[in-house]
């Protein structure tokens, strides 16, 4: 069965670096998101993606953040300048479409803890 | 702005138990509304997904149900196991855009 990937499953920084996180999402699939939940809270909406645009972000997206699809099947997550309540639980997701029937499908994660 | 709730926030069972969980949400101008599962530590996986003209949708001893006016959705799970137990999410899309809205979730202990 197809799936969303993501890579790596957990990455370590310092405080001030700059990471990038990968996703590789479902091949037919056209809009791309990425959330985050940090140990204990919600998971959060940051970004959503389409045609190479992004079509909708959060009030957490801020300049520190920026996404990108560099080739035909990857998407990735930016963030600059890395800060200690960065630390969290990414998720890449995909769907086909965007219409009323389609089901969003989530990556496993990538654990970010920066130190 | 979207608010949405799940309660309870945990549940213990014995295996074989019928059990409901709930979600409720704010804003009625939803998109459609989708339950997910978390296991620890992973990622999300789509139960199932409502539209917002849809009153119920079933998935084997999964049921969900939507009643938009009052801005409720239970998830029944039917003859529950212990390889049920986990976080389930409930998530919410509003017409006006791209984002799901989460609840905390109800994390759901099965006993054998």
């Known amino acids: 069965e197809p799936e969303v990937t993501q890579t790596p499953s957990h990455q370590v920084t310092q405080m001030g670096q700059e990471v990038i996180l990968r996703c590789v999402p479902i091949?037919?699939?056209?809009?791309f998101y990425w959330y985050r939940q940090i140990l204990g809270q919600k998971v959060e909406f940051l970004v959503s993606?389409?045609?190479?645009?992004?079509?909708?972000k959060s009030e957490i997206f801020d300049d520190q953040f920026s996404v990108e699809r560099p080739d035909g099947s990857n998407f990735t997550l930016k963030i600059r300048s890395t800060k200690l309540e960065d630390s969290a639980m990414y998720f890449c997701?995909?769907?086909?479409?965007?219409?009323?029937?389609?089901?969003?499908?989530f990556g496993q994660g990538t654990r970010l803890t920066v130190v | 702005k979207q608010e949405v709730t799940q309660i309870p926030a945990a549940l213990s069972v014995p295996e074989g138990e019928n059990l409901v969980l709930n979600c409720s949400f704010t804003?009625?101008?939803?998109?459609?509304l989708q339950w997910f599962r978390q296991d620890p530590g992973k990622g999300l996986t789509s139960l199932l997904l409502?539209?917002?003209?849809?009153r119920e949708q079933t998935s084997g001893r999964l049921n969900a149900s939507l009643d938009k006016s009052s801005g409720r959705s239970t998830l029944y799970i039917a003859a529950s196991q212990p390889g049920d137990s986990a976080t389930y999410l409930c998530?919410?899309?509003?017409?006006?855009?791209?984002?799901?809205?989460f609840g905390k979730g109800t994390s759901l202990l099965v006993t054998p």
């Open positions: 997701a995909s769907s086909e479409t965007v219409w009323e029937n389609t089901e969003a499908f």
């Open positions: 091949s037919n699939h056209l809009y």
């Open positions: 993606f389409y045609n190479n645009e992004i079509s909708e």
């Open positions: 804003d009625s101008a939803i998109y459609n």
């Open positions: 409502i539209q917002s003209s849809q």
């Open positions: 998530a919410v899309r509003l017409n006006s855009g791209y984002a799901l809205n």
